[in-house]
């Protein structure tokens, strides 16, 4: 499976998680092989978790299946940059590549805000791809923000 095929699949994640009142963020672990791991969106209303993200939620699962928290080899596919937590477990998870959709400049932890993940201090870097259906993943957040302003 591409990078675009694992957002799309993302994207359905969001969906869920934004049609239960959640922030519409979805999250995808692939394997070497291009095989999901895991997958899931936002929980963090529903579970009352403020860990519930997508990207640690996918993790989660992703390491279950492989039964170890080392997920060398991975691929981390998800609709929002990152923020600092979720960036950090990517890092201690061992993720090895992150591909990212929206760009997230008032909590983006992979190159917006913060560079989390490319900090030289740290003993693991992933690669980072940005942009995959950067503008539908965008989209998404707006539709869910815009009906929820007060006018």
């Not at 990517?90 to 913060?114: E, T």
Request: hydrophobic share 45%.
């Amino acid at each position: 499976m591409n990078a675009t095929e694992a957002m799309r699949l993302a994207l359905a994640e969001a969906a869920t998680a934004g049609a239960r009142g959640e922030v519409p963020v979805g999250a995808v672990v692939l394997d070497e092989h291009g095989e999901v791991l895991g997958r899931a969106g936002n929980d963090r209303e529903s579970s009352a978790d403020p860990t519930a993200h997508a990207e640690i939620l996918a993790v989660r699962q992703a390491a279950r299946a492989r039964g170890t928290w080392r997920l060398n080899g991975c691929t981390l596919v998800v609709t929002l940059e990152p923020c600092t937590m979720c960036a950090g477990a990517l890092v201690l998870a061992r993720v090895d590549r992150i591909v990212y959709g929206a760009v997230d400049p008032k909590a983006g932890a992979v190159g917006s805000l913060w560079d989390v993940v490319r900090d030289r201090r740290l003993n693991h870097r992933p690669e980072v791809v940005m942009g995959v259906l950067g503008e539908e993943c965008s989209a998404v957040l707006k539709e869910f923000f815009g009906t929820r302003r007060i006018r």
